[in-house]
């Protein structure tokens, strides 16, 4: 793991000339309140401080952990020599009879695992849900017969349901009400499908006035909208980046931009998470050295990284890395996807979160999925930049366009968060999601869980470990009506398995409150609370009328 | 009272227990076999360390119990 053993990275201050960064060696989480001001060409710039704690788990957790997959592996043994036996029935996908004398098909590690290990657990994933993705949503109740080979649906349906898990900052995800006539009268207008690529007759008036209008939202020349956020990382990296180039990627990257990085044929070096000294060194040696044989200078070389990583919670050290960019000659890209909208004073993301010029930074790109309750991506920037992407973007010449009520829908939205339509709901939301962000981080501090992340994030991964509390976890809360989501393997490190919950501006304080009740008696339950800094610094009140205080 | 306490208890160790050893995502059946062998393995332990200190202990009592009697007959 990136973590620089596991403590705490508290870096606020960015001096112009020297190049330095402390970071505590102990796991403990240090808020560095004072706001440092320096003077960059002339005009004072204050750089906000950085918090973020990644704390280690306790050795026994760890030997646990380990011990818990061991006893899996051991028993998936078991059950695959009871399978090829034909003692026991296989469920799992087999090869055919005269297929047997093959290259084995199913023997790899990846299979292994998901018929022994994922197939006990997976009734907490694929759950589908039946109504709008809001602060409560319904889900069909769904049973196994056979230990989660099959499923049926028992007809039923859970209502009401605490939605932990969606990524609906703003609680712009909702059911159809009157603020969203605009979307009804483009339905009506232009339809559902485009039938089109941008380049053929694709381009409506609806894209036009949104990209106008994401320009103005992130205060820059121009922007390009495309009708998949996956897409847009993964088509338009390699329309910037060719043979040739350098990219400096994240160690946690999204698949979005791996699959453009690969995609692009550049060659790719990839940082510690979130780890300046790294990127540092990285692109000394790539200037110094060049290219890896004729040594000639890269072409380009382009900087990977995400404003909020979903799986950490952390938010990238912006003012280093424009530093970095600056000193060394090299070019940005930003996936904003999970940060716009949702962090930063207005919601107009990092960038603003950090109180820094949107010009420093190359290429922001980012998704309207996210905050702004439809589908989609945009890509912004320079006009020179975004005008040949329109061009030579893969999106734009194959893939079919936007649909114009999802456009609407992010112009209403962006409209709704800028106050352009004339009231202030916009900026109460972005507000409230940053209050609901705070008590809700700071509640599960004090409790003693181990939060991964910026306190500032509204993704919070909450560290679960063992791959049993993993399953216990999602099967105890699914039971008192919260739905969250839990990830396993795959998509984290084998041995930190967690839970992320996904705060929303649209959770009132009871819902909250219910789920940090339900969180702490999980927490007692399972023995998840790991943190070796519980008590929090004030004093707790009680509400009798006498009590004393500890001196 | 007290033994709904005390079986409560138990009950919360066992699941502990459970989850910690993977038990709890396990068939019942394969749970049964790691319980077996857990405890198989456990009481021979139990019962091996049981022979063997009680024999050095043995051995060590009469050792000093030498000692002893042949420091008392010396000061006799």
Not at chain 1, 99 to 105: A, I, T
Not at chain 1, 216 to 234: D, I, P, Q, R
Not at chain 1, 360 to 379: H, Q
Not at chain 1, 503 to 528: I, N, P
Request: aromatic share 12%; with cysteine.
């Amino acid at each position: 793991m990136a973590n620089s053993g596991g403590g705490a990275v508290c870096n606020g201050k960015l001096p112009n000339h020297k190049k330095q960064s402390d970071s505590s060696q102990n796991g403990n989480c240090t808020k560095n309140g004072i706001v440092k001001e320096a003077q960059q060409n002339g005009k004072p710039h204050f750089y906000k401080p950085i918090v973020e704690s990644f704390e280690e788990a306790p050795l026994h957790v760890m030997v646990f952990t380990y011990m818990g997959y061991g006893i899996g592996t051991l028993f998936g043994y078991l059950r695959d020599f009871l399978r090829n036996w034909g003692i026991e029935k296989c469920n799992a996908a087999v090869e055919r009879e005269e297929q047997k004398d093959f290259v084995p098909l199913y023997q790899n590690f990846e299979n292994f695992y998901t018929r022994n290990l994922y197939m006990r657990v997976r009734d907490n994933w694929n759950r589908p849900i039946c109504s709008a993705p809001g602060p409560l949503f319904d889900m069909m109740e769904r049973v196994s017969d056979d230990y989660n080979w099959t499923f049926r649906f028992t007809g039923r349906i859970i209502k009401d349901v605490i939605n932990m898990g969606s990524y609906n900052f703003l609680g712009l995800a909702a059911r159809y009400d009157e603020t969203m006539k605009t979307v009804k009268d483009v339905l009506e207008v232009y339809g559902v499908g485009v039938a089109s690529t941008r380049h053929e007759m694709g381009t409506l008036n609806k894209h036009k006035e949104l990209e106008d209008l994401v320009a103005k939202f992130l205060n820059v020349e121009a922007a390009m909208v495309f009708g998949m956020g996956f897409a847009t990382n993964s088509m338009n990296i390699p329309a910037l980046v060719g043979k040739g180039c350098l990219i400096l990627s994240d160690e946690l990257n999204h698949a979005s931009l791996v699959l453009g990085a690969r995609l692009s044929g550049a060659t790719i070096r990839i940082f510690k998470h979130n780890n300046m000294q790294s990127l540092e060194k990285l692109l000394r040696d790539a200037v110094i050295y060049g290219q890896p044989r004729t040594h000639r200078a890269w072409k380009k070389i382009l900087i990977l990284v995400e404003g909020v990583y979903s799986m950490e919670g952390s938010i990238v050290h912006l003012p280093q890395i424009v530093a970095l960019k600056k000193k060394y000659k090299a070019y940005l890209y930003i996936d904003e996807a999970h940060s716009i909208g949702s962090v930063g004073p207005t919601g107009r993301g990092v960038v603003e979160f950090f109180g820094m010029d949107p010009g420093d930074v190359d290429v922001l790109m980012g998704t309207f999925t996210k905050s702004f309750g439809a589908s989609g991506g945009y890509i912004a920037g320079r006009k020179d930049l975004v005008d040949y992407l329109r061009v030579h973007s893969h999106s734009a010449a194959y893939a079919t366009s936007m649909s114009p009520p999802i456009a609407e829908q992010v112009i209403r939205s962006m409209k709704f968060i800028m106050g352009l339509d004339g009231t202030t709901q916009g900026l109460k939301r972005v507000r409230q999601l940053a209050k609901n962000t705070r008590y809700f981080r700071q509640r599960l501090h004090e409790m003693g869980f181990i939060i991964y992340g910026n306190e500032e994030s509204p993704v919070v991964p909450l560290l679960l470990y063992l791959p049993a509390k993993v399953a216990a976890f999602g099967r105890h809360l699914l039971n008192r009506k919260i739905g969250v989501v839990v990830v396993g393997f795959p998509a984290t490190p084998l041995a930190e398995a967690r839970a992320r919950f996904c705060v929303s501006a649209a959770h009132t304080r009871e819902m909250l409150d219910k789920v940090l009740e339900a969180l702490d008696e999980m927490g007692d339950l399972l023995q998840l609370k790991y943190s070796r800094n519980r008590k929090s610094a004030r004093p707790e009140l009680y509400d009798e009328t006498s009590f004393e205080l500890d001196d | 009272m007290d033994f709904r306490h005390v079986k409560d208890y138990f009950s919360r160790c066992y699941y502990q227990y459970q989850i910690i050893s993977s038990c709890a995502v396990m068939d019942p059946w394969e749970s049964s076999i790691f319980n077996i062998i857990l405890l198989t393995i456990f009481i021979v332990v139990v019962y091996i360390a049981y022979v063997f200190i009680l024999v050095h202990i043995y051995l060590v009592w009469k050792f000093f119990s030498k000692m002893c009697g042949s420091h008392s007959k010396l000061s006799n």
